[in-house]
């Protein structure tokens, strides 16, 4: 798995209450933004969840080979299975889920076994994140924008509601491609806002260059 933009943007973005203290990270890949919240919290507690056997194995091994291995934990298992298995809440739930529905065919059959939402529909994904997330918790996910009404539904029939929206453009010319999204138990006026990242091809915009300063040498 490589290490997208999407990963990045939502690890950096998601806010961190100072009392966090559980974390699950869903379809996890290479551990990207469990690492970073490993990173930017004192969270003892960041459990990954990967289906993937080589996608596991290799969000293991960063784990191991950074320096907060001892909080960060990986699960090969599907969320159906481990939502099935654990007692445990978490005070935030994360996920960059699958979302490419049309492109099966052209990608390699274990990224695409990580990006198609067949593997895990965003239904499957809220159901269970409300089941595992702590009454005072929030849960995060990156989708793309023309899904945003339909995410929003299927989370408001799971009791979540929107805290923080960010809407996000590649470039400042272009439509929107993704939606940030912080949800709650709580109802209440989410914080709407609007991001680019770049202002022209590798020329990158101040609110972007601020949002990822920490993750990128």
Same mark, same amino acid.
């Given at each position: ?35 970073? $919240?490993?990173?930017?919290?004192? %969270?003892?507690? *960041?459990?990954?969840?990967?289906? =993937?056997?080589?996608?596991? @194995?290799? #969000? ?72 595992? $997330?702590?009454?005072?918790?929030? %849960?995060?996910? *990156?989708?793309?924008?023309?899904? =945003?009404?339909?995410?929003? @539904?299927? #989370? ?62």
């Amino acid at each position: 798995m490589k290490v997208g933009t999407d990963g990045v943007l939502l690890g950096a973005w998601v806010k961190i209450n100072k009392d966090l203290d559980s974390v699950l990270d869903i379809g996890t890949g290479t551990g990207l933004i469990a690492l970073q $919240l490993a990173q930017r919290s004192v %969270c003892q507690t *960041i459990d990954a969840l990967e289906i =993937e056997a080589n996608a596991f @194995e290799q #969000a293991v091994e960063n784990f191991e080979n950074s320096q907060w291995g001892d909080r960060l934990f990986c699960y090969h298992a599907s969320l159906d299975e481990f939502a099935n298995e654990i007692d445990d809440t978490y005070d935030l739930v994360i996920s960059n889920p699958p979302f490419y529905d049309n492109s099966f065919k052209e990608l390699e059959h274990k990224r695409a076994l990580a990006r198609h939402t067949k593997s895990l529909t965003f239904e499957e994904l809220l159901f269970h994140t409300s089941k595992l $997330l702590s009454e005072k918790g929030t %849960c995060a996910f *990156i989708i793309p924008y023309n899904e =945003e009404m339909k995410f929003l @539904e299927l #989370a408001s029939g799971n009791n979540l509601f929107p805290q923080r929206i960010t809407r996000v453009k590649g470039n400042i010319q272009t439509n929107f491609k993704r939606t940030l999204i912080q949800l709650s138990f709580s109802k209440m006026p989410p914080k709407i806002k609007e991001m680019a990242i770049e202002i022209e091809r590798h020329i990158y915009t101040e609110d972007y260059k601020n949002l990822v300063l920490d993750f990128y040498l």
